[in-house]
C-alpha cells in the first residue's frame, strides 16, 4: 500500500472505494458533487490527513473525513481504515417517498395525473 503525504481527491475516493472506477471519481468531481473543506473540488484538487471530503450521488450523500491518503485501490478492510464516516444515515426504505408509484395494469397517467405526480416530485 502506497502511503503518500497528499493524494488528488479523484485517486483517493477511488482508492478507499468511495466510486468503483477512477474515471467516475473524475467525473464527479468535474460535476461538482464532490467537495473538499465545502469547496467544489476538482479532480487534481489535493487531500491530507483532517481534510473533509463530502461526496453526491446515489441514494445518499457520503461525508468523509481523511484519515490516512493513498493512491492505490486497497481492499475494503483496508480502506474503511483510510476514513472517518461521518454520513448521516440512510432513510429507512419505509419511509422512503415513493412520488409516481402507480398500481399495476393501472395503465398510463392522465394529464391531471401526471401535473399532481410532477407537483409530488418537485418538478
Known amino acids: 500500500m502506497a502511503e503518500v ?3 488528488r481527491v479523484d485517486a483517493w475516493c477511488w482508492a478507499v472505494r468511495l466510486f468503483a472506477t477512477r474515471s467516475a471519481a473524475g467525473a464527479a468531481c468535474r460535476a461538482g458533487h464532490v467537495r473538499v473543506n465545502g ?3 476538482k479532480p487534481a ?3 491530507v490527513p483532517g481534510d473533509e ?3 453526491r450521488g446515489g441514494e445518499r450523500e457520503r461525508i468523509v473525513v481523511v484519515q490516512r491518503t493513498i493512491v492505490k485501490r486497497v481492499g475494503a478492510p483496508v480502506a474503511v481504515t483510510c476514513y472517518l464516516d461521518r ?3 440512510p432513510v429507512p426504505r ?3 417517498v415513493v412520488a409516481g408509484a ?3 395494469g393501472a395503465g398510463r397517467p392522465t394529464k391531471r395525473e401526471r401535473r399532481q405526480i410532477e407537483k ?4
Open 102 to 104: 402507480r398500481d399495476r
Open 45 to 47: 484538487t489535493m487531500v
Open 94 to 96: 419505509e419511509l422512503a
Open 5 to 7: 503525504t497528499h493524494a
Open 53 to 55: 471530503v463530502h461526496v
Open 87 to 89: 454520513s448521516p444515515a
Open 39 to 41: 469547496e467544489r473540488a
Open 120 to 123: 409530488l416530485r418537485g418538478h
